[in-house]
Each structure stands twice: as structure tokens, then as C-alpha cells.
């Protein structure tokens, strides 16, 4: 997939960047029966307290139902379309097995309609098919990984990310993750062969304010330009740089520890991710 700048004819297209559909899009309507309503909360709590700020408005989406545990093992599935999805940076492909039943999956990278995949332990390591982590050679680029057996895809989700399967030891896959983490993780668990698509979309630029709103994106105030009642790094004489920077709380935002130190998941974490 590829990326399209605009003319600056407008000062909202000056610089904008955006995903090209045509030639990847196959379908403009989500299949009805796998769409839900998606109710928009505008940042409030069940009692109608604004909880999380800056967010609200934004255009109406529909939820698709995606099948993140691809459990149907053994049977074939004809790829009917690659579609849009609002509610994800990854496209999404539309599955019509054998047997009448229809599904959504993440789509990765070289898949296209009319590709048949399947999932299971007998199913061959190609692209689009999800197998246990134990049948997946070494070296392979995967993404859509389950963190327990039949949790469901849990990692490596979004556009243009993948894992690589490193080693195997014992009941364990050794899995290098998108943020630079080298884990363990149980070879019953299942993957998706294949890097997922529309890598593109790390290059994509709104162009203008108001696109953000329709993504429900509401203005961002800053902290430093507040005054000291609202926050840490408020109020002082002038253009104050406001010391240290920490959130609205107090805590410190920049490489401040907060994951515990006796987590027991810190047994299967070989290598923590890089700093950037």
C-alpha cells in the first residue's frame, strides 16, 4: 500500500498524508452480520464523570467483531475482502469458510482476495495461517501472538508490526516483540504467520486540526501554561519551563519505574525493551 501527499491548495492539505484505498480497499461496507454498535462515552464514567480528558465528538463508527482466536482449526477460509476499519490502524480481511461461517482477521502484508488460510497445528507456516507456536520454524516473522492458550491474539496488532520467533526452549517460545522485548512465551499459544499491513501508516499526517476531531480527539492543553491550582508544572513569571516534567498527579513522566518489582511475569521477560 501506498501513501499520497496533496498540493498545498488549501492550508489543510499542505501537509497532509494519507493511506491510498484504491487498489487496496475491496469493499466499502462491513459485513453486517460481524458489525456491532459502538457507543461513544466523550471520556465520562458510568456515573457521567469526565474521567479522561481531551477526548469526545468524532464521527459514528461501527464496531467489527474480529476473530482474534481463530479457533475454527482445520478448516479452510476463502479471503472475500480487505476492508477499512475505524477502530484499528490495520486493515482488516474478510473470511468465508467452507462451512458457511464468516469472520474478520487482522490483514497482514501479501494477502489478497481469493487466498485460502487456515489455522490449526497441521496447517501449513504461510502467510494469513495461525498456528501453535511450536509448529512455527524458527526465524519466521509473526505477529497476532496470544499471551496464555486460547486467550486470543494479544500482541503485534497493529499496522505494520511483527514479532520474530527466535528459539524454542522446552515448553517455551522464545519471542523477540515490535517494542525491542525479548520474552517467553508457552509454545501452545498461537500466531499469525506474516507481518500485519498497511506499514504505511507510520507516514500518514492529518494535515489539520479538524481531522482529529473527527477521530474523537479533543484539544490538548499543556500543563506548563496552566496555573499551580491545575497542575504540577503550572503558574511562575513568564515562560517558565515548569523543572522536571510530571503529570497532572505529581508522578514523574519520564522514566519513572512503575512496574513491580516482585511481578511474577518478570521470570519469562529475558531481555526489557530498549530505550529510545
Not at 477526548?55 to 459514528?60: D, N
Not at 489478497?112 to 497445528?121: A, D, L, N, Q
Not at 501508516?201 to 474523537?216: D, Y
Not at 503529570?247 to 511481578?263: A, C, D, F
Amino acid at each position: 500500500m501506498a501513501v499520497r501527499k496533496f498540493k498545498p491548495t488549501t492550508p489543510g492539505q499542505r501537509h497532509k498524508i494519507i493511506g491510498v484505498f484504491k487498489g487496496t480497499i475491496t469493499a466499502t461496507t462491513p459485513e453486517k452480520s460481524l458489525t456491532v454498535g459502538k457507543r461513544s462515552t466523550g471520556g465520562r464514567n458510568n456515573e457521567g464523570h469526565l474521567t479522561n480528558r481531551y477526548m469526545g465528538g468524532g464521527h459514528k463508527r461501527k464496531y467489527r467483531v474480529i476473530d482474534f482466536k481463530r479457533n475454527r482449526d482445520g478448516i479452510p477460509a476463502v479471503v472475500k475482502s480487505i476492508e477499512y476499519d475505524p477502530n484499528r490502524s490495520a486493515r482488516i480481511a474478510l473470511l468465508y469458510y467452507v462451512d458457511g461461517a464468516k469472520a474478520y482477521i487482522i490483514a497482514p502484508n501479501g494477502l489478497e482476495v481469493g487466498t485460502t488460510v487456515v489455522s490449526g497445528p497441521e496447517a501449513a507456516p504461510e502467510v494469513g495461517n495461525a498456528l501453535p507456536l511450536s509448529k512455527i520454524p524458527v526465524g519466521t516473522l509473526i505477529h497476532c501472538i496470544e499471551l496464555r492458550p486460547g486467550q486470543g491474539a494479544f500482541m503485534a496488532r497493529s499496522a505494520g508490526t511483527f514479532a520474530q520467533l527466535i528459539s524454542r526452549e522446552g515448553n517455551y517460545a522464545i519471542i523477540k516483540l515490535p517494542s525491542g522485548e525479548t520474552r517467553k512465551i508457552l509454545a501452545t499459544c498461537k500466531a499469525t504467520v506474516g507481518v500485519v499491513g498497511n506499514s504505511e501508516h507510520s507516514l500518514e499526517s492529518s494535515g489539520k486540526a479538524g481531522r482529529s476531531r473527527w477521530l474523537g480527539k479533543r484539544p490538548h492543553n499543556r500543563g506548563v501554561v496552566m496555573n499551580p491550582v491545575d497542575h504540577p508544572m503550572g503558574g511562575g513569571e513568564g515562560r517558565a519551563s515548569g523543572g522536571h516534567p510530571r503529570s497532572r498527579k505529581g508522578l514523574y513522566s519520564k522514566g519513572l519505574k512503575t512496574r513491580s518489582p516482585k511481578k511474577p511475569s518478570s521470570k519469562y521477560i529475558i531481555e526489557r525493551s530498549k530505550k529510545k
